[in-house]
């Protein structure tokens, strides 16, 4: 398979090392020529008695698996994982994580949008597979890029043609549409970012601009930008004269990363009269995956995080 994993551990976003014993441990009979009296090597090989090889290098805050041969290797980095509550990132895949707290530990919005919890009963080489190589699924093409949007929620894997474009594109957007002749499914997120739903159908795929942005920066968000999945009717922000670029909902957990998203609902919901212990209440609440939620923005010119919640 020879796919690059990288095994670390993260506490609120940032690497935490490893214990050294459990490294030495779980790779050390499975070493080539075994594990110096103390300490990590530099970079060492493993060989694991299926025939099973790897290139090992990094330190007890982060270990950086090469040359991967799939098998017993695979296993071994798995219960390194385990026992080390470390999470395991192939590269361009998503992270495997062992529980759903861990999600918020992780250090961007992209990588907690697109983790991947395996229970511990199935932490194994095979759970590691078939994220890397997922089966029985074929690969599927790379998706868009958006501008203003991070893909958060809105797209899912599907085997049916896109009912815009016709074409069988893996991938189907999941989010409003609005529209009077609009399909409200089926629409894949290519025929988003190259305008052909929005040309074909009349159709936008958010409705609000929450601020003054230039004509063509509006019609882009509106346009050619997946929508917000939202439970009610949602709106974009906009700060520094430009929109903001959408990251996902989030949870009262999660917000504890972004202190200037908390200020700006924060001032929202005291701009509305509510008393500062129900504010704190509300934000307290919030929840990522449920209702209420908030929905997270970054400023593409300043870098600021915004939020707005639905719940009112
Ligand atoms: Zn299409
Ligand atoms: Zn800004």
């Not at 009979?29 to 090989?45: A, F, K, S, Y």
Request: net charge negative; hydrophobic share 40%.
């Amino acid at each position: 398979m020879s796919h690059p994993f990288q095994v670390l551990r993260f506490r609120e976003g940032e690497p935490v090392a490893m214990k050294e014993a459990v490294i030495r441990e779980v790779l050390g009979p499975v070493t080539v020529g075994g594990m110096p009296d103390r300490g990590l090597p530099e970079w060492w090989n493993l060989r694991t008695p299926d025939g099973g090889e790897a290139e090992v290098y990094g330190d007890a805050s982060c270990l950086s698996f090469t040359r991967v041969s799939g098998g017993l290797v695979l296993d071994a980095m798995a219960e390194l994982a385990l026992r080390a509550g470390a999470v395991i990132m192939p590269l361009d895949c998503p992270v495997l994580l062992q529980r759903e707290h861990d999600r918020r530990h992780l250090p961007d919005a992209e990588m907690r949008a697109h983790a991947i919890v395996v229970p511990p009963t199935d932490w194994t080489g095979r759970a590691i597979e078939r994220v890397v190589r997922p089966l029985p699924e074929p690969r599927r093409p790379v998706l868009p890029r958006f501008a203003y949007h991070s893909r958060a929620g809105v797209v899912a894997p599907t085997d049916a043609p896109c009912v815009c474009c016709g074409q069988e594109r893996g991938w189907v957007y999941t989010g409003p549409v609005y529209g009077a002749g609009a399909p409200d499914a089926g629409i894949c997120p290519y025929c988003i970012a190259f305008g052909k739903a929005a040309e074909r159908y009349g159709a936008t795929f958010n409705d609000l601009i929450d601020g003054d942005v230039p004509e063509e920066v509006a019609r882009e968000i509106l346009e050619r930008t997946p929508g917000i999945p939202a439970w009610q009717s949602p709106r974009w922000l906009t700060h520094c004269g430009d929109g903001a670029e959408f990251l996902g909902t989030i949870g009262a957990e999660g917000l504890a990363h972004f202190p200037d998203a908390v200020e700006t609902l924060r001032r929202e919901w005291a701009g509305r009269g509510r008393p500062p212990a129900q504010v704190e209440e509300y934000l307290g609440a919030l929840d990522a995956a449920g209702m209420p939620t908030a929905y997270l923005f970054r400023c593409r010119v300043c870098g600021t995080h915004l939020a707005y919640s639905d719940f009112t």
